[in-house]
């Protein structure tokens, strides 16, 4: 199982006299190794060196079994060899990584671990797909929480998927066809779809092998995609159940209608937007009265009037009261008349008060028509061109229909004005064109009493909604359901399980069947054996079958299935909040009642990727980042580690260059200090084995460190304890900032710079053996913590670093509540509060940086006992002369001419400062930078002391300008004492 890394090289500091090549095993090496090279020497487990050719066996073998570094020899004085470490983590050795993970069989639930499955089943993207952020965001925090579990060691099942996508993948294809001067009508129903699956068979690859690029740690053994046999076995078993229970029927009702498609889409796939046009004034006449008695109508759409069947005023308007229960007369309609009526529905600040109700194309207005009997005139046909109806507009487009009415309204003088209007735009979201309400025939499926399970089980509090804000928007929804048009007119998809019974009129006799064998067999106990039946040619929506993905993908509705014994119900969907309805809350009925169990007890709703400026990303913009790209110049991990941290649940993500950059840098901080580690590991191997498997997970261990590691794995322990809790309460970006703030600031800049002074010019073997196997019990567990964010890296730095079987993606996740010592931390941090304290002085005196100064520390005995202990730190990080360093309880001479420092009570420093600076120079450029500020200084209260200005100026200005003078006259204080400090220092210097 070896792991495939790539060549480094080191020198290595052995004195050997001869040339040799070292080779790095991950597992035993091969036995009769070298059979052709002098000798063959042992060095700390899974390494060997040879003395030989390059050709020789051991170099053959090393090129299958690992990472091959070749050493050349130092000399015996230098004790810890130079590393040529790559500069930055190669991103081109992620899809190594991944595909050995995935050969592996690291991404498969362990079945023969005990306790309850962690489960989570991926969103289903479109076959048709290309990556974009949001798939991005879904796989990070699904791979995060996949990762996760599988660490903790619950067997781990993410099951990925893709969606058949009805109308996108159909409109690929038809453009596909186009190119080739085909038409899909010019094909029967059985070619069309045969094309569909060969470009499924050549490009649905596609979207799959870019979320691996992700790093998702999917088991794509158990694929599906929901047009497969036993899926579609599910959908058309699901539909055979609600038709039996009376769920599902076929009736004339509203829908949105996509006359480019030909099909009906769903309300949820229709989007709104604000767009200029224009709202139209006509008259009409009201019957039985004089020309010039009529009621002014205003209308954004006046080629409907032909589908109008009433006008609607509100009850308490007095402008129409005295026209209600009269009729008026349609206009350019040859005569009709329509009833006028009153309700409260209308709303008289609109146009005029008075509302043109058109039940055939406006769902509005087909609630009224209900509610009065009012009849729906269709006037479109399914094209968008108007129908018989229209009389002579028949046949015209509906927008061209619109201006001719218009411009023949006004030539009728039955036009009053027309006026710019902005209107709220229908637009269907897969083909961008304005749909169109119809009352068309469509299968519906009956919402109330599924939605009323689905309301009840967030009530008795069975399923939870992250974040809980979302709540009240799901019980809304549900609450207000209408019945699900489930109907496209569409040749790809799951076709609806109906059979018409040839030669009798009417539609209404149809079977419902699970296959046309069943069918018949059904038909012809009611019709006869010569029975013959037509299927239905409309598909389902894809929403139907995506309800049916947690439990579909289980083997359902085989409730024996494995893995539907084994994994359901799931344990949490992750999704994005703006498909709350589309998805979520029907999975939930659907799941309920197929299955009488909920598909899954908690729902993660992530926010959206948005710009760096807020804004949704869109093409027409020119805004849209491509993950790919980003992967490109940043790395996967830098990515996912954006994402997952750049949010909390629910809230969108604003998505910066910068933000990337950043953690582009902390991928190179973790590479770093894992490169520092490596380069200082010990060669022998028993030494390494003592590191390599040390812990301090126990009081008495640590216990016996020094304080300063005391320090970090306690600050370690504390970390495990804190972003443990924050991965199982889905707060990950509070684990992966905490993790970030302790490797970069705890560790790197603070532990690893201190750990220097234990491993150079020490020669205390013990010393270096405790600070290599605290390094390297830190920088474990850091990568186990990190891993779930940011995979890669981890794994390569884990393998080179440990060299254990296995990987860190199935490793177990580090040990929570360890010790901690309250009392080490609390006395570290006060050393790093008195170094930090000493390297302000030195950038407020403009120290050069390779300076050393004096220091005199002023303790009391309870400070000096760990003070002196730490001397060599203390030392080491703030740039101090070790000869010139005093710890003592007292101070002796003159402290007048020092910086001083008070720390803590019982702690203060002192800081010569003739040690710190050239006296002149910082006289000099002290006493320049007093004139710029006294200059400054002047010019403000000149300003201040005008009256005018104090008249005439802005409250807020004149504040600012008090704010700048205030702060100019302390800096003046301030620089004006130190230059009477060094100015007395220079006359005593004199004398």
């Not at 901080?669 to 022998?684: E, R, T, V």
Request: charge should be negative; aromatic fraction near 12%.
């Amino acid at each position: 199982m070896a792991f495939p890394h790539t060549s480094m090289s080191l020198r290595l500091a052995l004195p050997l006299p001869f040339p040799t090549s070292l080779v790095w095993w991950r597992n035993s090496p091969p036995s009769s190794v070298c059979n052709t090279c002098l000798k063959v020497f042992a060095l700390p487990p899974r390494f060997l060196y040879c003395i030989g050719r390059e050709s020789c066996q051991l170099w053959r073998h090393s090129a299958l079994g690992g990472l091959r570094m070749r050493f050349t020899v130092a000399g015996a004085q230098e004790r810890f060899p130079l590393v040529e470490f790559p500069k930055n983590f190669d991103f081109s050795a992620e899809e190594r990584i991944y595909n050995w993970w995935e050969s592996q069989g690291y991404f498969k639930p362990n079945l023969h671990k005990e306790g309850q499955p962690f489960v989570v089943s991926m969103p289903p993207p479109n076959v048709t797909g290309a990556l974009h952020m949001g798939h991005a965001m879904f796989v990070t925090l699904e791979d995060i929480m996949t990762r996760y579990w599988r660490m903790r060691g619950r067997p781990t099942l993410w099951i990925p998927g893709t969606d058949h996508a009805g109308i996108a993948t159909q409109l690929v294809v038809e453009k596909m066809l186009a190119a080739q001067g085909l038409k899909r009508e010019e094909l029967s129903r059985e070619e069309f779809v045969e094309k569909v699956w060969e470009w499924k068979k050549k490009f649905g690859g596609t979207i799959t092998n870019q979320l691996r690029r992700l790093g998702a740690s999917c088991d794509w053994t158990r694929e599906h995609f929901t047009l497969d046999e036993q899926l579609s076995e599910a959908v058309v078993e699901a539909f055979v159940r609600l038709h039996d229970k009376g769920l599902v029927y076929r009736g004339n009702y509203m829908v949105n209608w996509s006359p480019n498609l030909q099909t009906a889409v769903s309300d949820l796939e229709v989007e709104y937007t604000e767009e200029p046009g224009t709202l139209y004034y006509i008259r009409y006449p009201v019957a039985a009265s004089t020309s010039d008695n009529f009621l002014p109508v205003a209308t954004t759409r006046p080629e409907t009037i032909f589908g109008d069947t009433a006008i609607a005023v509100h009850p308490e308007d007095g402008r129409y009261s005295k026209y209600v229960g009269k009729k008026a007369i349609v206009p350019m309609s040859g005569g009709r008349e329509i009833p006028i009526i009153s309700d409260e529905y209308v709303d008289r600040s609109f146009g005029t008060g008075a509302l043109k109700i058109t039940p055939g194309h406006d769902p509005n207005d087909y609630a009224i028509g209900k509610k009065f009997s009012l009849p729906a005139i269709n006037i479109m046909n399914k094209d968008g061109t108007l129908n018989d109806n229209a009389g002579v507009y028949s046949g015209l487009d509906r927008f061209a229909a619109r201006q001719k009415i218009w411009t023949d309204l006004e030539a009728a003088n039955l036009s009053l004005k027309a006026e710019p209007y902005t209107l709220r735009v229908p637009r269907s979201q897969r083909g961008g064109e304005i749909v169109e309400p119809l009352v068309s025939k469509q299968w519906f499926v009956i919402m109330e009493p599924l939605a009323r399970k689905a309301l009840q089980a967030l009530e008795e509090r069975q399923l939870q909604i992250i974040p809980e804000r979302f709540e009240k928007i799901y019980n809304n929804w549900l609450s207000n359901i209408k019945d699900w048009c489930i109907s496209r007119q569409l040749w790809w998809g799951h076709r609806i399980p109906v059979w018409y019974v040839k030669g009798i009129n009417s539609n209404d006799e149809y079977i419902v069947a699970r296959n046309e064998e069943d069918a018949y067999a059904k038909a012809s106990k009611k019709f006869g054996n010569d029975v013959e039946l037509e299927q239905e040619s409309d598909v389902l929506d894809t929403w139907f079958s995506s309800g049916l993905w947690p439990f579909s993908t289980l083997g359902w509705p085989d409730t024996s299935a494995e893995d539907f014994v084994r994994f359901y119900p799931t344990t949490i969907l992750e999704t994005g909040h703006d498909i709350l309805f589309f998805w979520v809350a029907r999975m939930v009925m659907m799941g309920i009642e197929c299955t009488g169990k909920l598909p899954f007890s908690t729902v993660y709703l992530h926010g959206l990727v948005r710009d760096s400026q807020g804004r949704k990303m869109s093409k027409t913009v020119g805004n849209v980042i491509d993950p790919l790209d980003s992967i490109k110049d940043y790395g996967t991990d830098a990515l996912r580690y954006t994402l997952a941290t750049g949010t909390t649940p629910g809230q969108d993500i604003n998505l910066s260059m910068e933000k990337l950059n950043a953690h582009k840098a902390f991928t190179n901080k973790l590479w770093n200090a894992g490169k520092y580690i490596f380069q200082n590991l010990p060669l022998d191997g028993l030494t390494w084995q003592k590191v390599v498997g040390q812990k301090f997970d126990s009081q008495a261990e640590l216990f016996k460190l020094p304080l300063c590691e005391q320090w970090i794995v306690s600050k370690l322990h504390q970390l495990i304890d804190d972003a443990t809790l924050n991965y199982e309460q889905f707060y990950f970006g509070e684990a992966g900032r905490a993790v970030y703030d302790f490797l970069w600031s705890d560790f790197a800049d603070w532990y690893i710079e201190a750990s220097k002074t234990r491993l150079y010019k020490n020669e205390d073997a013990s010393v270096i053996t405790c600070t290599q196997s605290v390094l390297l019990y830190v920088f474990d567990n850091v990568l186990r913590l990190l891993h779930p964010f940011m995979p890669y890296v981890t794994e390569e730095l884990w393998q080179v670093l440990f060299q254990r079987d296995g990987a860190l993606v199935v490793a177990e996740w580090p040990v929570t509540n360890c010790p901690i010592i309250q009392e080490a931390v609390q006395q570290f941090e006060t050393l790093q509060s008195l170094i930090r304290a000493i390297r302000n002085a030195r950038a407020e005196y403009y120290v050069e940086p390779a300076r050393k100064i004096s220091a005199v520390i002023v303790a009391n005995a309870e400070f000096q006992s760990w003070m002196t202990e730490e001397s060599a730190v203390l030392v080491s990080l703030s740039k101090l002369d070790a000869g010139s360093l005093q710890i003592t309880d007292t101070t002796h001479g003159d402290t007048s001419k020092s910086v001083h420092i008070i720390v803590a009570e019982g702690l203060e420093a002192y800081l010569p400062l003739d040690d710190m600076v050239d006296i002149n120079t910082e006289v000099d450029r002290l006493s320049k930078q007093a004139a710029k500020l006294k200059s400054e200084y002047d010019g403000l209260a000149r300003r201040l002391s005008s009256p005018k200005f104090m008249e005439k100026a802005p409250l807020s200005v004149v504040q600012g300008v008090q704010d700048k003078a205030k702060e100019a006259e302390e800096k003046l204080s301030i620089i004006k004492k130190r230059l009477s400090l060094l100015e007395s220092m220079t006359t005593s210097s004199a004398r």
